[in-house]
T-cell receptor, first 110, second 112 residues
Framework: ELKVEQNPLFLSMQEGKNYTIYCNYSTTSDRLYWYRQDPGKSLESLFVLLSNGAVKQEGRLMASLDTKARLSTLHITAAVHDLSATYFCAVDGTGNQFYFGTGTSLTVIP | DAGVIQSPRHEVTEMGQEVTLRCKPISGHDYLFWYRQTMMRGLELLIYFNNNVPIDDSGMPEDRFSAKMPNASFSTLKIQPSEPRDSAVYFC??????????FGDGTRLSIL
């Protein structure tokens, strides 16, 4: 079974600071997804990374994929309070079956 | 687009009762997924369908759980009999091919 690990599990950061969330997975996969979940809410798709070296950016978030290292990163630039949420990475196993990471709970402190 | 629609949003029932969760996927999507989310176990894939056919149900906890997709616009997840440990948020998601999954708002299930 494909395993997906995220770290850190919990992240508390000050507004204006930068930080990176890491997502490691155990077997080869060509597709990696990042999702955001606000407390008590559903999951919202942020990024899809489809190839080695892919980089996607939206506002203060930038995601990248290194398929050789089986690693994806989600970089947060100049954090703001609105970014407080839980972030999940998900890797596509066989037949469009997603394996989700444990999630990283991000709290941005004013 | 109305998105993935789940019902009910909340369900509170006593153990031993039958629980049926419903999902309407986004029109045109060919994959449908059922997930369960708890603090202890995180987000777990229970079962998924492709073109209304169950592809992998290895995540279904036990025989008390069953899922059906009688047509492209409707799916159910049934628990019978329900137990307190089934309490969780159940999400339905749908997607087209390898595009990102779209999640419904979830059903918050409490078994007393």
């Amino acid at each position: 079974e494909l395993k997906v690990e995220q770290n850190p599990l919990f992240l508390s950061m000050q507004e204006g600071k930068n930080y990176t969330i890491y997502c490691n997975y155990s077997t080869t996969s060509d597709r990696l997804y990042w999702y955001r979940q606000d407390p008590g809410k559903s999951l919202e798709s942020l990024f899809v990374l489809l190839s080695n070296g892919a980089v996607k950016q939206e506002g203060r978030l930038m995601a990248s994929l290194d398929t050789k290292a089986r690693l994806s990163t989600l970089h947060i630039t100049a954090a703001v309070h609105d970014l407080s949420a839980t972030y999940f990475c998900a890797v596509d196993g066989t037949g469009n079956q997603f394996y989700f990471g444990t999630g990283t709970s991000l709290t941005v402190i004013p | 687009d109305a998105g993935v629609i789940q019902s009910p949003r909340h369900e509170v029932t006593e153990m031993g009762q039958e629980v049926t969760l419903r999902c309407k996927p986004i029109s045109g999507h060919d994959y449908l997924f059922w997930y369960r989310q708890t603090m202890m176990r995180g987000l777990e894939l229970l079962i998924y369908f492709n073109n209304n056919v169950p592809i992998d149900d290895s995540g279904m906890p036990e025989d008390r759980f069953s899922a059906k997709m009688p047509n492209a616009s409707f799916s159910t997840l049934k628990i019978q009999p329900s137990e307190p440990r089934d309490s969780a948020v159940y999400f339905c998601a749908s997607s087209f091919s390898v595009e990102p999954q779209h999640f419904g708002d979830g059903t918050r299930l409490s078994i007393l």
